[in-house]
């Protein structure tokens, strides 16, 4: 999904910083996502975006989930990366 790969790219180039969580990196629209209706722009879609993950309304409970999906598709990207350059290092 493009909208994973655009807000997975802060996990990899680490830019994240130590807690390593999306919802803190203030250069993408990530946060908005995870937002309420009325606090978020107008004009962001997160329909599409939740609903890609099964998730059908746009409620905290759901944001919440979202945000987990990709908290641990960070982890992941960390884990692989580390293999890839420990593969590299043998």
């Known amino acids: 999904m493009v909208c994973d790969y655009v807000h997975l ?3 990899r180039a680490r830019l994240l ?3 390593g969580r999306l919802e803190g990196y203030r ?3 990530f946060p908005q ?3 309420s209706p009325g606090k978020r722009a107008q004009w962001l879609r997160v329909d599409r975006l939740l609903g890609e993950y099964g998730i059908w309304k746009d409620e ?3 944001r919440r989930e979202f945000a ?3 908290d641990e598709r960070c982890r ?3 884990r692989d990366e ?3 350059w420990k593969d590299i290092r043998r």
């Open 9 to 11: 790219n802060p996990a």
């Open 17 to 19: 910083g130590k807690d």
């Open 27 to 29: 250069w993408s629209s």
């Open 33 to 35: 996502y995870l937002s």
């Open 60 to 62: 905290a409970r759901g």
């Open 68 to 70: 987990e999906i990709m």
């Open 76 to 78: 992941k990207e960390n």
């Open 82 to 84: 580390e293999k890839l």
